[in-house]
Structures are given as C-alpha cells and as structure tokens.
C-alpha cells in the first residue's frame, strides 16, 4: 500500500461536514480507512475531523448523537458549537496583538485576537463526548492541528516540536477560534486563534515528513475552482485567497516531492448551493453532508480519478488457490 498523507482544510460548520461526506466517500469506495494515513494535517473544521478520523469517529453518529430529525441535529450543533459569551471580552488583547500590529499591515493581522460572541468550550466537550479518554492525549499516528498563535504571529503547528504538548481537544478548540466568532483561547500561557487566517489548508507542512509521501489528498472546502451562480460579492473572496494559498503550498510541494500524487477535492456547484453563503450554518450541516456524499460518486469514478485512487487506495483482491 501507499504512504498516504492527508490535509482537512478550513470551512466552518459545513466544512466539516463536507469532510465527512468526503472521507466517507472514499472508504465505501476504496475500502481504505482515513486513520490509516501516515500523516494527518488539519485546520479549523479539518482540525476536528482529523480528531475524529485518529479517534475511529468517523462516522454519521459523531455529526448527529442521538438525534432523530434534522431540526434535532441543528439544535443539537448550535447547542455544541454557538455558546454564548456573557459579553465580549479582550478589548486590550485586541488592541495588542490585532490592531496595532495590523496598523503596519492592514489586512487579516487587524482582527487577530478580537473578541468573540462565542466560547469554544461546547467544541471541547463534544471532542471530549466523541473521543472519551483520548481527547485528553495526543494520537500515536502523526497528526498536526494548525492554529495560529497571537504572540509569535506565526503558525502553530501542534502536534510537533514546533508547538508544547497539549491534550488534542485544545488544539481543536485553538484551530477553530474564527475571529469575531469565537474568543481565541489561551493554552500554557500563549493566547491562539483559527489557524486559516494564514491559510485554509496548510499543505506545505507535510514536507516536515522524514520522507517524501506516494500520495496526498487534500480535502479544501473553501477554494473552489469556480464561484457558484448568483454567489454573493465576498464568497468568491474567500475562495480566491484560499485557491491561491493551497496554489503556492502545492508548487512547493511537487517542487520537493516530485515524484508524489496529489488529488484536491473541492465542494462543487450542488455542495456549493448549500454550504454557501454562510459557512457557519448549523442548518446547512446535514443538507451539506448529503449532498457531499452524492457529488463524490460522480467525482470519484471519473476515470482520471479513479485510476489514481486505484493506484494508491485499492488493496487488491486475493486470489483463492485450490
């Protein structure tokens, strides 16, 4: 079998369950296990699905519980995800590490450390929740979860030496903290926030592999190839970053492993309808899994695609000798 790696870009809400759509997709059509990749890179929303891919959660139950219609899984997700700050705080944090530094380089720098509406504990929980005992440790398979640290203003990958140790379901909680959206949150003294505001997929740190990987799958929900019809003005802005971030991680890449298949996988125009124009919809969760699941049968067996699936993924078949 072939040395795979895996890289879970950012997305929201409806970029992990884009993710799940995706991965599951490729084990019903593969019968290769997502945990089985060599290395895992998640950010934001791929950060908690490679905590579930390395837990052996990948599965429908981890998006729903217990569940029984789609208005119960929606409440169950805002419950999870959108708890509620008493007020907004971090005024003099913003000021420090978002706007004075940014008023030299005003671009995404200006709203890093900013307050946010929502708490990231409901995220620890349901890592806690799907996980148990092996939220509160670290995956024995390579896996980096990428955040973004507010004081170094860099990158943090954690999970290697770059980063200190923490419990997995912090380095979660530290890659989703969208700011605006959620406070950033301060683990061993160092204050991070959602590692996608320097990119939404990262890919360029798998070449901290000792050796260069047969094959990469890169799951990027936000850099579709094209904008969807009647896109609102900023969809296809985040699209645009994103596309050109992932661009330059992969010429990189094929630069220093030149000899390594990669396939990107992208939400297509019927992913697209649902998981845009907000990425953040709980509502939009499950309609976007569905949906995800029905766009890969048709993205998976295109030939071009599947020969490369087949070359990397397919265990063959044992002949029975009599």
């Known amino acids: 079998m072939s040395r795979v790696g895996l890289i879970l870009g950012g997305g929201g809400v409806t970029g992990a369950s884009y993710h799940f759509g995706v991965l599951m997709s490729l084990r019903m059509a593969t019968g290769w296990d997502p945990n089985e990749a060599e290395v895992i890179i998640g950010t934001s929303a791929g950060a908690f699905t490679a905590a579930m891919v390395r837990g052996n959660r990948l599965d429908v139950g981890t998006l729903v519980g217990d569940s029984h219609t789609r208005e119960d899984v929606t409440d169950r997700m805002r419950r999870m995800i959108f708890r509620r700050s008493r007020r907004p705080r971090g005024m003099v ?52 979860i990428v955040a973004y640290d507010l004081d170094a203003r860099e990158r943090a990958p954690f999970g290697t030496e770059a980063v200190p140790d923490v419990p997995i379901k912090y380095a979660v909680a530290a890659s989703v903290a969208v700011p605006f959206v959620f406070e950033p949150i301060k683990v061993e003294g160092r204050w991070y926030a959602d590692g996608g505001v320097v990119s939404g997929t990262s890919a360029d740190l798998v070449l901290a592999n000792p050796e260069p990987l047969d094959f990469l799958i890169v799951v990027a929900p936000l850099a579709a190839s094209e904008s969807r019809p009647g896109a609102r003005f900023y969809e296809d802005l985040f699209d645009r970053v994103g596309r050109a971030a992932l661009a330059a991680e992969l010429r990189r890449i094929r630069e220093e492993w030149p000899h390594t298949e990669i396939i990107v996988l992208r939400p297509d125009d019927r992913v697209l309808a649902i998981t845009r124009p907000n990425p953040m919809s709980a509502s939009a969760a499950v309609p976007t899994f569905l949906r995800t699941l029905r766009s890969l049968k048709d993205e998976l067996s295109h030939p071009e695609t599947w020969r490369v699936l087949e070359r990397h993924l397919v265990k063959p078949r044992r002949s029975i000798g009599m």
């Open 93 to 144: 944090r913003w000021v420090r590490r978002g706007i004075i530094p940014g008023l030299t380089r005003p671009d995404l720098n200006l709203v890093l450390g900013s307050p946010g509406m929502y708490r990231t504990d409901g995220i620890v929980e349901w890592v806690e929740d799907s996980l148990g005992a092996a939220a509160d440790s670290w995956p024995e398979a390579s896996t980096v």
